[in-house]
């Protein structure tokens, strides 16, 4: 089971952390993928990280404010999220691909998903 933390409110150039938790599997061989889903919009890839941690990748909407990292001792993914935007109001979610090591942007790409926390972004 994977689950979303660490949503909220903030406000315009504000920063928020998401926790991504990983129970009852381990999740250290394969990538984290975060994604997120506004109303009325399809979801969208936001950042994915390697199971090794050391490739990652952004969509351009949020490249230089988002940082994914992970933590595998605590079977947690980190989506660091600064200079946040209205824009980026939307629940985001967590997932874990079909395969081992890397990740991409598409959802069609992964297999397990997390619960999502809602993130609302205030100008």
């Known amino acids: 089971q994977l689950q979303a933390f660490g949503g909220g409110l903030a406000q315009t150039g504000e920063s928020l952390r998401l926790s991504c938790v990983a129970s009852?599997?381990?999740?250290?061989?394969?990538?984290i993928g975060w994604f997120r889903q506004a109303p009325g919009k399809e979801r969208e890839g936001v950042a994915w990280i390697s199971s090794s941690g050391g490739t990652t990748d952004y969509a351009d909407s949020v490249k230089g404010r988002f940082t994914v990292t992970r933590d595998d001792a605590k079977s947690t993914a980190y989506l660091q999220m600064n200079s946040l935007k209205p824009e980026d109001t939307a629940v985001y979610f967590c997932a874990v691909p079909w395969g081992y090591g890397f990740g991409s942007l598409k959802s069609k790409d992964y297999e397990y998903w997390g619960r999502g926390t809602q993130v609302t972004v205030s100008s």
């Open positions: 009852g599997f381990t999740t250290e061989y394969y990538a």
